[in-house]
């Protein structure tokens, strides 16, 4: 499997071709479609208590482990591709292992939708409105490239048995009610990205992907786009993802039950038949060092949703900046 990446035509090597599910030729354009990507097959959901058996650590492909020497950041990549710079910092510095360890491969994958051209287009919309950025950044050349990346994305499905007592008002009264609640949760999404999830603003563009859409692993979607080695196994990421759950199940409980009157339900929660995917999702990055510090900006690769962090004091106009990159 995807020993051979080259053109059949010209030589040249093919890269994955976002928003077309298929492989490039850039310099003839001839395109190959990657049948897992167009395929009905839906992605398998395993078994969380035999997971350490079950699970597959076949990435398909040669691969290597990429370690940012600046920012910490483990990124995965075909070994025939040269390492040069780190997607999350931008920083050249990079160290590379062959060794793979017992590192799982992604089950399914969400491939990029949205073009590089369409990232760009997207951010610069959104820095009109980040009129206080500073004119500084303007001779930043960096602004005007985003890289992309797949990081890596675990989604769990569970049945809930969720008992709640719950303090109801309606019609001007209060009262109690008990009761039980069974509900199916279906791909309850635990990114298991150090790099994006530290941070409000990028952990908010970053859960929100239709899951529904991911496609069977292929090795050739990571044809020039690097995956994030996950930084936060199957085990923690599911005992990680407690209050988020409790917080997602309470509401559900709360809608199903409550019927006309408002409740507030505290619920103790059963869990059955645990199930994951270990997906891996597309992002577009761009980072940039502003006095010494890193500001990153983030896009969803699917949805084209952006958010990111930027400096705040200073006086001038983006405007300029905007008119300067593009
Ligand atoms: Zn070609
Ligand atoms: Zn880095």
Redo the contacts with the bound molecule.
């Keep these: 499997m995807n020993q051979d990446k080259k053109c059949p035509s010209c030589g040249a090597t093919l890269v994955f071709n976002p928003g077309f599910d298929s492989l490039i030729c850039q310099s003839c354009g001839h395109k190959e479609v990657i049948p897992e990507l167009v395929s009905k097959v839906p992605v398998l959901e395993m078994d969380f208590l035999t997971a350490q058996n079950t699970a597959s650590h076949d990435w398909g492909m040669e691969a290597k482990i990429v370690q940012?020497r600046?920012?910490?950041?483990e990124t995965i990549q075909n070994k025939l591709q040269l390492s040069g710079r780190?997607p999350?910092?931008g920083?050249n510095t990079v160290d590379s292992f062959d060794a793979m360890g017992d590192l799982m491969a992604p089950m399914g994958i969400i491939p990029f939708k949205i073009t590089e051209n369409r990232a760009l287009y997207i951010f610069k919309d959104w820095i009109k409105d980040r009129f206080l950025a500073p004119d500084k950044l303007a001779q930043n050349a960096q602004l005007n490239k985003f890289y992309g990346i797949y990081i890596p994305l675990f989604t769990f499905d569970t049945l809930t048995v969720n008992r709640y007592t719950a303090r109801c008002h309606g019609d001007n009264k209060t009262w109690f009610k008990s009761g039980k609640y069974q509900f199916q949760v279906d791909d309850f999404p635990v990114v298991a990205s150090k790099q994006l999830t530290g941070d409000k603003l990028l952990s908010s563009v970053v859960k929100d992907y239709w899951t529904r859409e991911a496609k069977p692993y292929s090795p050739d979607a990571l044809a020039g786009f690097p995956c994030e080695h996950y930084s936060i196994g199957l085990k923690d990421a599911w005992n990680s993802c407690g209050p988020d759950m409790q917080f997602y199940l309470k509401n559900e409980t709360e809608k199903h039950e409550s019927g006309s009157e408002y409740m507030d339900a505290m619920i103790a929660t059963d869990y059955y038949d645990l199930k994951y995917k270990y997906l891996i999702v597309p992002v577009w990055i761009n980072s940039f060092f502003y006095d010494g510090k890193l500001y990153t900006i983030v896009i969803n690769g699917q949805t084209g949703k952006i958010n990111g962090q930027w400096p705040k004091s200073f006086g001038t106009l983006a405007r300029k900046a905007v008119e300067l990159f593009f």
């Design positions: 940012c600046q920012c910490g950041a780190c999350f910092c920083s």
